[in-house]
C-alpha cells in the first residue's frame, strides 16, 4: 500500500495558495482517478483508491501545515504502511515556480511541515516532491508570499508543475523512487 502526502492548510482562505500546492496535486490525483477525498479520519481528508499497481491513499492533512505529522503518523500505523511507501508533497522556496525537485531524503530546509513530519515519522529518509514556488520579493515577508496565490503569469507554469507532480505520482507506482528522481528531477 502507497501513502501520497500533500501537504497545505486547510480552509477556504488557503485554498490555492502557494503553501497548498501539495494540496492541489491532491486534489488532481483525486480528480484524474474519480476518487473524491471524502474520508475523514487521522485529522485529515482521505481517500482510498484500488489501482492496478495496488492500494493507494491519497491524503490532505487538516492539522495545519506545522502539525501535518499529527495527521501522518497516525494513517501510517493505522494502516501499516512503510516509510518507505509514502510520497510527500509540498512547496519550496528555493526552487523557480514551477520546477519539481525529487528526493528519497533530506532536512527540513526550514519547511515546517516536514519539520513535523521528520519529528513524528523519528527519520528524514522519505520519497518527496518539491514544487517550486520561488523566494518572495525584497521586502515581503515569507509566511505573507507562501500564504497569497499565484500571479496570473504563474498560472500556467504552476497547472503544468501540478501535472508533472502527478506524472512523477503515478510513474512512483510502477519503477523505484530512484528512476522517477532521475526521470522527473528539473521538469
Known amino acids: 500500500m502507497k501513502l501520497i502526502i500533500g501537504l497545505g492548510n486547510p480552509g477556504k482562505p488557503y485554498e490555492h495558495t502557494r503553501h497548498n500546492i501539495g494540496f492541489d496535486v491532491i486534489d488532481e490525483l483525486a480528480n484524474r482517478w474519480n476518487a473524491p477525498l471524502n474520508q475523514s479520519k487521522f485529522n485529515g481528508m482521505y481517500a482510498s483508491v484500488h489501482r492496478p499497481e495496488g492500494k493507494v491513499i491519497l491524503l490532505k492533512p487538516l492539522t495545519y501545515m506545522n502539525l501535518s505529522g499529527e495527521s501522518v503518523r497516525p494513517l501510517m500505523d493505522y494502516f501499516d504502511i512503510d516509510i518507505e511507501d509514502i510520497i510527500v508533497i509540498y512547496d519550496d522556496l528555493d526552487l523557480e515556480t514551477g520546477k519539481l525537485r525529487l528526493r528519497a531524503k533530506g532536512s527540513a530546509g526550514g519547511h515546517n511541515g516536514i519539520k513535523s513530519l521528520i519529528q ?10 518539491r514544487v517550486g514556488v520561488n523566494r518572495p520579493p525584497a521586502g515581503m515577508k515569507v509566511a505573507d508570499y507562501v500564504l497569497s496565490k ?3 503569469d504563474d498560472q500556467p507554469v504552476v497547472t503544468e508543475a501540478i501535472d508533472k507532480s502527478c506524472d512523477a505520482v503515478e510513474t512512483a507506482l510502477k519503477k523505484p ?3 522517477v528522481m532521475n526521470q522527473f528531477n528539473g521538469a
Open 177 to 179: 523512487f530512484l528512476e
Open 120 to 129: 513524528h515519522l523519528g527519520t528524514q529518509e522519505f520519497n518527496r516532491i
Open 150 to 152: 499565484f500571479s496570473k
